[in-house]
């Protein structure tokens, strides 16, 4: 189909931005391994496993992670509901009020954290919600919404209307439809929706950091124990970034399966 | 869920979650009018639950954020009226006012060219049923799985004065090209925006190979009957059917260019001077750091202003017909 | 879109009638009517304590906790430890909750404590103060660093708010020891002879003083500020006097010393580009002869403390004077049960038995005279006898920091814009001055 110079020409070009990006992240990996606490690399033979032992104990990770993976798993599942109901509302049914709430939704993405982090600290503190996994679960959820319903809606826009016309002549309600008809159509955005939600909740860092303290500190936060007033262990925060990066990386890894095959069996055909 | 047979050419409203939804009366086929106003009653019954959870979560507190912007408050004791002195601040303080200057500079490496990047990248890993191409794919996304306190800390080194960088400068012989990047008045800003372009670069291309296929490979077999080469397949075939993704990518790195904090926070806190300071670290010191609550939540609301207007303004583009 | 606007408006309007604020409550104008130093009879008491200690001052404030419940085993501290960034940022937030701590330690300044106290979530201390007589115990010059006036306008004078402790942390002068030795001069007793020092270390291809700007870190300037300066009025510009300017407290004389050194290659090239870690790393390893430098921060191991020295730079008067205060406010919530119980522990805290324990643990102890400093460290050794020297001179200056909330700010950024050749000493005092006045215009 293409010929052999295209294909050495995507080959080397494609290396070499490969490189480009792979190049901090190696040098990343080897401050890990450092005995030097300025995260200087050393040769292999000089290689500092133990730094990932002492990072973990000293940043409590086993107990930090937990908490990352609870709040994360929650706010996946939450998310994936309510960015379908979202979505099919805004994208198939329409919605009452559409020209006045989707602005106001898509408003959501645009707000900075950092713009509603007061006032929304005392509501939750009214609501008793401050450091508790419920609560940052729910702002989790609430800041993601934005976003949920504008993938979800662009994906049901995608939709062969016909689809839906045809269901619909046979009986089907939304429910049945949005469950069976188009959600199954639409789980290459799921998937995608899925790593994205996984891996922003996975990261944050300014929520966890104003919400949450003592043993309910997430993984992100807990890498900040290596900063403390003075003293800042380079080696130790590589080692401890690694750790904190390691499960969203392997969800990426066997996401990456399904995130293919899901965008091949995307591809419906009229 | 119990949904008995309804008439045709009727959305219905089942389970709990349309419980406000009027029953239709089968002694009256209603007219398509209706049928699709009915409908969207359905569609706000589907969207109560995530817009009532949004609300809570972030519109309530964008509209107290509204009320505290015309007060000076340090958090904690009785505030003062102050009427918009809080904007005129950030309008007129030289300070404050240059950030935005510097957001000009990020969007054009946060945003325009990560989509460049992406759509290029996109563009060669798709064409190419070649081997090995999801390991680049893996490779370029995987800076969008790093937490960014990691990715600062990473390229803190990198543009260390004795960092890889200049290491790498210096060894092909460019001596005079090696700077203090992050303590350079002038080269700070770019440096920083090289950051978000290699973090953001992955992410559109993920968006433009999703969009990608979902377009029909028969306009690529076509395209490719009539003789076109990769250029002019992608201009004719592929950029026209990822005009949602575009939408969506460049309003998404539009935004996360002024809203950019952390990166900026942990490598230089917006020095040198102010050189790189933007408004959500002016925000964050406002807020956080001087107890200037009103101020923090007078340029919040700027901010959020303006990401809206730049939103709606793609939106309305890309999606014109 | 316009529609949006006038929701958003609306729902605005509706809410603007009433104010936001006054979230803690004035509990802390009122005095308990009599103070129980009796704490064994206190009955089972648990206390929350939140602190941004890590390291040896984490061990440090551990092991008081564990002497302070084998005194009184009917006593329980629950100790959190934050993030020093994490917890300035949210401590007005946890303090207003009901289930926040009980103990915290604040900064110290407008930003953080002058906050605390404003916003009553903090317990006036005045009566404890009385009761375990810390007046006497605590020199003048740290007293101040924890008072505010009860109309909450003025720092430095008035009631006790916050505690210091039987450790400091001071901004002074470390030497590489095996570095002075190779080139064959005495640890310096004054500031000329520093530069005599340096100019010679530069000859020998050395780097005088470890440095880097790019965080903005202003421990060099302030250090030398504090030999140049008034002490009165040093002390009187941090506290709030107007009248009293930045060129008054030796900062225009300071920002041309440092500047005078950049420009004499004095700091490492680049020193643009490096942070203040890796500053700091750097210093350990052995590049840079002398750094200014907060006590405490360069973690010397045992080791390494014998190879580092420190020195207060005494003033051309021959008092010395120096940068200096207890590394947290440790205040008491004004939503706590037991502050007569918080408030012993606090008082603990300053205690010579909590003085030894820091240095058993290599960090710098204050408010103890007769501490025993293990003779090997070499940099332990002139840390103790600075702050000796500090407390029986009555020498302390406070960090500068404190005089606004944006002070660190504006001197990291304008010190940037002065290496750059880009403002001078003149628009730098000017700059400093704006930034106080105005926090003073707003505090009236």
């Known amino acids: ?270 | ?321 | 879109m316009a529609t949006t606007v006038a929701v958003v408006a609306g729902l605005a309007l509706t809410m603007s009638a009433c104010a936001p604020g006054g979230g803690g409550g004035s509990e802390s104008s009122a005095q308990p009517s009599s103070i129980s130093t009796d704490i064994a009879s206190a009955g089972t008491v648990t206390l929350k304590m939140t602190d941004f200690w890590g390291s040896a001052e984490g061990k440090w404030i551990d092991q008081a906790i564990a002497d302070f419940q084998k005194k009184y085993p009917n006593v329980t501290i629950d100790r959190t430890s934050e993030d020093w960034g994490q917890l300035n940022s949210t401590l007005n937030l946890q303090l207003q909750d009901d289930a926040g701590p009980d103990i915290a330690s604040a900064n110290n300044g407008w930003q953080s404590l002058g906050t605390l106290a404003k916003g009553g979530l903090v317990v006036n201390l005045d009566s404890y103060a009385k009761a375990y007589g810390w007046d006497s115990k605590v020199p003048t010059t740290i007293i101040r660093q924890n008072k505010f006036t009860t109309d909450l306008k003025t720092m430095g004078s008035g009631s006790w708010f916050a505690t210091p402790m039987a450790r400091t942390s001071l901004i002074g002068l470390y030497y590489n020891a095996d570095k002075l030795k190779k080139l064959g001069i005495e640890p310096p007793k004054t500031l000329d002879e520093l530069e005599v020092d340096a100019a010679k270390a530069k000859t020998a291809g050395e780097i005088p003083f470890q440095y880097g700007s790019l965080d903005g870190s202003t421990s060099a300037l302030l250090g030398v500020q504090a030999v140049l300066a008034d002490k009165n009025k040093l002390n009187d510009y941090v506290y709030d006097v107007p009248t009293v300017k930045a060129s008054d407290v030796g900062m225009k004389e300071a920002v041309e010393t440092v500047k005078k050194w950049a420009d004499a290659g004095y700091f490492p090239k680049d020193f643009a580009g490096i942070d203040y870690q890796t500053a700091v790393a750097n210093f350990v390893k052995g590049q840079g002869v002398f750094r200014w430098e907060y006590t405490g921060s360069l973690g010397l191991s045992t080791e390494q403390q014998k190879h580092f020295g420190y020195v207060q730079l005494p003033q051309s008067g021959g008092k010395t004077v120096g940068v200096g205060a207890a590394p947290g406010a440790m205040v008491i919530s004004a939503k706590s049960k037991h502050p007569e119980v918080a408030a012993a522990f606090l008082d603990y805290l300053m205690s010579p038995a909590a003085g030894q324990t820091a240095v058993d643990l290599g960090l710098v102890p204050a408010l103890s005279p007769d501490v025993k400093v293990p003779e090997t460290s070499l940099s332990l050794t002139g840390e103790s006898a600075a702050a000796k020297t500090l407390d029986s001179d009555d020498g302390y200056v406070p960090y500068f920091d404190w005089s606004s909330p944006t002070m660190l700010d504006t001197l990291g950024q304008n010190l940037q814009l002065v290496f750059a050749g880009k403002m001078d000493s003149g628009k730098f005092t000017a700059a400093v001055d704006a930034d106080r006045d105005a926090f003073l215009a707003g505090q009236a």
Request: include cysteine.
């Open chain 1, 1 to 270: 189909m293409i010929s052999r110079t295209e294909r050495t020409v995507n080959y080397v070009v494609l290396t070499v931005m490969a490189v480009v990006v792979l190049f901090p992240i190696v040098t990343f990996v080897l401050a890990a391994l450092s005995p030097d606490r300025s995260g200087g690399p050393v040769s292999p033979s000089k290689f500092e496993w133990g730094n990932f032992a002492t990072a973990w104990q000293q940043a409590g990770f086993g107990r930090a992670l937990t908490v990352s993976l609870t709040i994360a798993v929650c706010v996946v599942i939450g998310q994936v509901v309510l960015a379908l109901l979202g979505g099919y509302a805004f994208g198939v049914l329409g919605v009452a009020g559409e020209r006045v709430l989707f602005p106001i939704v898509l408003l959501g993405m645009m707000i900075s954290t950092e713009a509603i982090i007061v006032p929304l600290y005392y509501q939750f503190r009214t609501f008793g919600m401050t450091n508790s996994l419920p609560g940052i679960i729910l702002i989790n959820l609430g800041m993601g919404v934005p976003f949920g319903i504008f993938w979800m809606r662009a994906a049901f826009r995608a939709l062969p209307r016909a689809t839906f016309e045809s269901a619909e002549i046979d009986g089907a309600g939304p429910v049945q439809m949005l469950r069976h008809l188009a959600t199954p159509m639409v789980r290459p955005a799921i998937y995608t929706l899925i790593l994205l939600s996984f891996m922003w909740t996975w990261n944050d860092y300014f929520l966890s950091l104003v919400f949450l303290h003592g043993s309910n500190q997430t993984a992100t936060v807990a890498l900040g124990v290596f900063q403390g007033k003075y003293v800042t262990q380079i080696n130790l925060m590589a080692a401890g970034g690694l750790i904190v990066a390691a499960p969203v990386l392997i969800l990426y890894v066997i996401f990456q399966r399904k995130f293919i095959s899901g965008m091949l069996a995307g591809a419906i055909k009229e």
């Open chain 2, 1 to 321: 869920m119990s949904a008995p047979a309804r008439s045709t050419g009727v959305w219905t409203a089942a389970a709990g979650s349309a419980a406000a939804e009027p029953r239709e009366t089968a002694s009256a086929p209603p007219r398509r009018r209706s049928a699709r106003r009915r409908r969207r009653w359905t569609g706000l019954a589907f969207a109560a639950l995530p817009l009532a959870v949004y609300a809570v979560v972030v519109l309530a507190p964008l509209v107290q954020s509204i009320q505290y912007s015309f007060f000076k408050w340090d958090g904690v004791s009785a505030a003062t009226w102050v009427g918009f002195d809080n904007y005129v601040t950030f309008v007129t303080d030289p300070i404050l006012r240059s950030t935005f200057g510097h957001v000009l500079v990020l969007i054009c490496f946060f945003a325009l060219l990560p989509i460049v990047l992406g759509l290029f990248s996109a563009a060669l890993l798709t064409r190419a049923k070649q081997p090995g191409m999801a390991v680049y794919r893996w490779i370029f996304f995987l800076p969008q799985v790093m937490t960014t306190v990691v990715i600062a800390l990473v390229f803190k080194r990198i543009y260390a004065p004795d960092g890889p960088l200049n290491q790498a400068l210096r060894a092909i012989g460019l001596d005079s090209l090696a700077r203090t990047w992050l303590g350079d008045f002038t080269w700070a800003l770019p440096a920083l925006g090289l950051i978000g372009t290699w973090v953001t670069f992955g992410f559109c291309m993920v968006l433009f190979i999703s969009g990608t296929s979902a377009i029909a490979p028969e306009l690529y077999e076509a395209a490719r009957m009539d003789g076109a080469g990769p250029f002019r397949e992608f201009f004719a075939v592929t950029l026209p059917g990822l005009r949602g993704q575009l939408a969506v990518a460049l309003t998404l790195t539009m935004t996360a260019a002024l809203r950019t904090f952390d990166l900026v926070w942990i490598t230089t806190h917006g020095g040198p001077g102010t050189s790189t300071l933007t408004p959500a670290v002016a925000l964050y010191k406002a807020a956080f750091q001087n107890p200037q609550v009103g101020l923090a939540a007078a340029i919040g609301v700027v901010m959020a202003v303006l990401c809206l207007v730049v939103a709606l303004v793609i939106t309305r583009v890309s999606e014109r017909d």
